[in-house]
T-cell receptor
């Protein structure tokens, strides 16, 4: 069966520090991968998605970037965090086409 | 652009009551609709996935319906329990993937 792993679960980082969140999927190949952010009291916002290795699409301009160095690995990064980057970050995967989404357990990021 | 709305934003019911959560969307050109549950501080757990060609899906005490023509879906929870307390999100997949803002459910023992 397929599983999705996301870490760390929580992270407290100072403003201006770098960020690296990792997401890996097991038990599948060539998945579509997604990074979402859920700010406090707000809905889910799609940040990045990837349909293959090295292929990244950005939905909103921001201080963050994403990379997909391997088929089942998706990384969210920042060179210098801002206070506004605080939130709950969720990784998800699905097969292309009319398939449902499976989400990771999320990373709570607090920028101080 | 697709807009997904969930009403009510919050709901509180006594244990044992049957309840309905609503989800509406503006563009009927969807591939599927998915209902999720999110516990505080946790990720999203998929509950039910309804393909655009289907009218409903059932899992245990949950039943989700889909009416594409009217742009509506309902999630029916039978005999609610305190453990059902969570935020319920619907999401539609069309050219892109759109989430509703969720309904926060509290089941009172």
């Amino acid at each position: 069966s397929q599983t999705i792993h996301q870490w760390p679960a929580t992270l407290v980082q100072p403003v201006g520090s770098p960020l690296s969140l990792e997401c890996t999927v097991e038990g599948t190949s060539n998945p579509n991968l997604y990074w979402y952010r859920q700010a406090a009291g707000r809905g889910l916002q799609l940040l990045f998605y990837s349909v293959g290795i090295g292929q990244i699409s950005s939905e909103v301009p921001q201080n963050l970037s994403a990379s997909r160095p391997q088929d089942r690995q998706f990384i969210l990064s920042s060179k210098k965090l801002l206070l506004s980057d605080s939130g709950f970050y969720l990784c998800a995967w699905r097969y292309a086409g009319a398939y449902g989404y499976t989400f990771g357990s999320g990373t709570r990021l607090t920028v101080v | 652009k697709q807009e997904v709305t969930q009403i009510p934003a919050a709901l509180s019911v006594p244990e044992g009551e049957n309840l309905v959560l609503n989800c509406s969307f503006t563009d009927s050109a969807i591939y599927n609709l998915q209902w999720f549950r999110q516990d505080p501080g946790k990720g999203l757990t998929s509950l039910l996935l309804i393909q655009s060609s289907q009218r409903e899906q059932t899992s245990g005490r949950l039943n989700a319906s889909l009416d594409k023509s009217s742009g509506r879906s309902t999630l029916y929870i039978a005999a609610s329990q305190p453990g059902d307390s969570a935020t319920y999100l619907c999401a539609v997949t069309g050219n892109q993937f759109y989430f509703g803002t969720g309904t926060s459910l509290t089941v009172i023992p």
